[in-house]
């Protein structure tokens, strides 16, 4: 059985709460948070890959098809992509698609 458009929202919202935290603590080395963010931007590729269009098209403001696209570059060519721009797009954009996924989340029931 393939997962609802709610779990797979659900899981947007664990990985991007997961990052907040790991760009929020001192106390984790930069190689650390690089790399978990790395993962769990993946992840979250993964889920949005799974969503319906009809759900994506309730957040218009997202570019669902570059954040679709992020497993593809972050897995065929992790090292093109320094840790400053995965620690600024974890700073910056991972809070607005979870914002976004809250409230694609309280729409599905």
Do not use: F, K, N
């Amino acid at each position: 059985m393939s997962p609802t458009p709610q779990e797979r929202l659900d899981d947007v919202l664990l990985a991007c709460r997961r990052i907040q935290e790991y760009v929020a603590d001192p106390t984790l080395p930069e190689t650390v948070v690089h790399d978990a963010v790395r993962m769990r931007l993946i992840d979250i590729a993964s889920s949005v890959r799974s969503l319906p269009p009809a759900v994506t098209a309730r957040e218009p403001a997202i570019p669902w098809a570059q954040v679709s696209a992020l497993a593809e570059r972050l897995t065929r060519r992790p090292c093109d992509t320094p840790a400053s721009v995965l620690l600024s797009t974890a700073r910056t954009d991972v809070p607005v698609l979870c914002e976004a996924a809250l409230r694609m989340r309280a729409r599905c029931g």
